[in-house]
């Protein structure tokens, strides 16, 4: 009977650090590095993203105008949506060097800024640079 319930909770909290997520405390032990305002500025005017969540992914290229149409494969519950959601947006670089999107889902609205960070070839996101145990959201840029 505890079967059901744990389940009910981890889809409830999709976001919440599971086995295997990276946070931010991993990203610093690999020698991640932080991308400052100026690199973000050069990497994401027409950067086509991915951005990989628990469920799925999404994707949109950022037009050099600040929209972007976003399209995502992410799951509501235990189905995949049939087709995938589409999304209306804009992005922007933030003052304090944070890479911002702002998304209007068919169901949700959904804004943030994150401080971008590379390892090697691979990219990640996170709210604060302060708490070592943020989730780190996979990214990927390229033009």
Request: aromatic share 10%; charged share 25%; net charge positive.
């Amino acid at each position: 009977m505890l079967r059901p319930i744990l389940v009910s909770v981890l889809l409830a909290f999709p976001l919440a650090a599971q086995a295997g997520d990276m946070v931010l405390k991993d990203i610093k032990a690999q020698n991640g590095v932080q991308l400052s305002k100026d690199e973000l500025n050069r990497l994401m005017p027409n950067a086509k993203v991915t951005n990989y969540i628990t469920g799925g992914s999404r994707w949109w290229t950022n037009e050099p105008d600040g929209k972007v149409v976003a399209y995502s494969d992410v799951g509501r519950g235990m189905k995949k949506l049939m087709t995938p959601a589409t999304a209306q947006g804009t992005w922007h670089i933030g003052k304090i060097g944070t890479y911002c999107v702002a998304l209007e889902w068919p169901r949700r609205t959904e804004k943030w800024c994150r401080y971008i960070f590379r390892i090697g070839g691979k990219y990640y996101g996170v709210k604060s640079v302060d708490d070592g145990d943020e989730i780190a959201l996979e990214f990927e840029f390229s033009k």
